[in-house]
T-cell receptor, first 116, second 111 residues
Framework: DTGVSQDPRHKITKRGQNVTFRCDPISEHNRLYWYRQTLGQGPEFLTYFQNEAQLEKSRLLSDRFSAERPKGSFSTLEIQRTEQGDSAMYLC??????????????FGPGTRLTVL | GQQVMQIPQYQHVQEGEDFTTYCNSSTTLSNIQWYKQRPGGHPVFLIQLVKSGEVKKQKRLTFQFGEAKKNSSLHITATQTTDVGTYFCAEPSNTGNQFYFGTGTSLTVIP
């Protein structure tokens, strides 16, 4: 399967613990996005990478959240000192910059985080 | 920030009936994307609209971009049970680096 993959698929943690998620985008895609989705809502933008550069970060994103894409390939999203409100599905998406301003995003299966 | 209003929030239809969901933006858009998310699944890209007044068809699905590029619609003709899911529109920010998703319309098709 050459789609976007995410690991782990599920994570249960206790409040106050740190968690890290990984995303492997489609190999030729230079754009990578992280989203958060809660039940009944649309995906909420967290951050965007073009190659290894983090070009945009949501103003709503707490300082406890950090993301990296060190070599412009896979990306990690870390949440420090997790809170119960962090419980959500964390989605990664990748795309390839096309001629248009935006191009279709391919989403991974997501990591479901439960904070107890 | 940009407000993405999507209506209705829920729609139940009998199989064979038509379905339409609407997306309205507070700003003029450069383009708009539509995604479908099946229950328990992840969003899957359907289409991107770029031109004012653009209409695109994919089998029973018809997508429309408003003349003012502030609204869009997705119409499904003669729904089938395979159409079940939540349909989202997504708008790019001014920089094109962020995407704002609507709250989605959840479609239930009753056989």
């Amino acid at each position: 399967d050459t789609g976007v993959s995410q690991d782990p698929r599920h994570k249960i943690t206790k409040r106050g613990q740190n968690v890290t998620f990984r995303c492997d985008p489609i190999s030729e895609h230079n754009r990578l996005y992280w989203y958060r989705q809660t039940l009944g809502q649309g995906p909420e933008f967290l951050t965007y990478f073009q190659n290894e550069a983090q070009l945009e970060k949501s103003r709503l994103l707490s300082d406890r959240f950090s993301a990296e894409r060190p070599k412009g390939s896979f990306s990690t999203l870390e949440i420090q000192r997790t809170e119960q409100g962090d419980s959500a599905m964390y989605l990664c998406a990748s795309s390839r910059r096309g001629l248009a301003e935006a191009s279709e995003q391919f989403f991974g299966p997501g990591t479901r985080l439960t904070v107890l | 920030g940009q407000q993405v209003m999507q209506i209705p929030q829920y729609q139940h239809v009998q199989e064979g009936e038509d379905f339409t969901t609407y997306c309205n933006s507070s700003t003029t858009l450069s383009n708009i994307q539509w995604y479908k998310q099946r229950p328990g699944g992840h969003p899957v890209f359907l289409i991107q609209l770029v031109k004012s007044g653009e209409v695109k068809k994919q089998k029973r699905l018809t997508f429309q971009f408003g003349e003012a590029k502030k609204n869009s619609s997705l119409h499904i003709t003669a729904t089938q049970t395979t159409d079940v899911g939540t349909y989202f529109c997504a708008e790019p920010s001014n920089t094109g680096n962020q995407f704002y998703f609507g709250t989605g319309t959840s479609l239930t098709v009753i056989p």
